[in-house]
C-alpha cells in the first residue's frame, strides 16, 4: 500500500489538508486485524534506508487508496520494524463534501 507521511499541525476544527508535494511516498503493509478508522501501519525494513529514517520527522498520513487523512498517535519499533498506529483526521478527509454543505444553525454556545 503507498502512503504518504507528512509533518504538518493544524489547529483542531481545520479541515486543512497538507501540499501533496509536502509528502514522503512509502510502500508499508497493514498490520493483521486492524480497524479501517485506527490502522495500524508496519514499515518493512527493506523500504528504509538505515539511519535516515526518523519517525518523529511524521506525524500525520495520507493513504490515497481509501482517499483518508490521519494524524500518527503512536510509533513502535517491533520485531526490526516500525509500526505507526492513526486516527482518522475526519474534517480534513471529508473537506470537499463540509465545503459543498449549507447549514442552518439555530444556536451556538
Do not use: H
Amino acid at each position: 500500500m503507498q502512503i504518504y507521511l507528512y509533518k504538518f499541525n493544524k489547529r483542531p476544527n481545520s479541515t486543512a489538508q497538507p501540499l501533496p508535494t509536502a509528502g514522503k511516498a512509502f510502500t508499508v503493509q497493514l498490520k493483521d486485524e486492524c480497524s479501517f478508522i485506527t490502522p495500524v501501519l508496519r514499515f518493512s525494513p527493506d523500504n528504509l534506508v538505515s539511519g535516515v529514517f526518523s519517525p518523529v520527522a511524521y506525524n500525520y498520513v495520507q493513504i490515497a487508496y481509501w482517499q483518508r487523512f490521519y494524524y500518527i498517535t503512536d510509533w513502535q519499533y517491533i520485531n526490526g520494524a516500525w509500526e505507526a498506529t492513526l486516527s482518522v483526521d475526519v474534517l480534513a478527509s471529508f473537506k470537499s463534501e463540509i465545503g459543498n454543505t449549507s447549514a442552518y444553525v439555530i444556536r451556538s454556545a
